[in-house]
């Protein structure tokens, strides 16, 4: 069974007063509608200008860089003495032990440092808390 509807702008029974007033013109929409367009230009136009500042700031930094790769391509080579860093050096200091005539065979071995350590009172005194032991 197909159901009957009345009213509405798909309906045969509609009239032209009905019809009328969904054609209005809107004003609201219409402002709308171009503000966003204008929003949306505006924001496209900020876009294009980042992307043509960036790729200039890039050009610029490419030829500096190229110019500074050319200087020291025609300056000659100079090393740089550089002090050996902790991963480079063994991790235990070595000292040699000779004994006897400066031919014999000369002995190492590894260096440890000993930190001082504060000896254990064995009275208690008016120090601070962190320093009384018993």
Known sequence: MASTRSGGPSSRHSTPEKLEKNK???LKKKVRSEYMHLK???RYKRAEEIRNVWSSNRRKLEASVSGMEQSLKEQPFQSIRTTSTFDQLPAMRK?????GNPTALVQTAPLYTLNAVEGVRTVY??????QNFM
């Not at 000292?95 to 004994?99: D, E, G, K, L, P």
């Not at 005194?125 to 962190?130: F, K, N």
């Open 24 to 26: 209005p013109f809107d």
């Open 40 to 42: 949306q230009a505006r």
């Open 95 to 99: 000292c040699s032990i000779q004994v």
């Open 125 to 130: 005194t008016w120090a601070p808390l962190q």
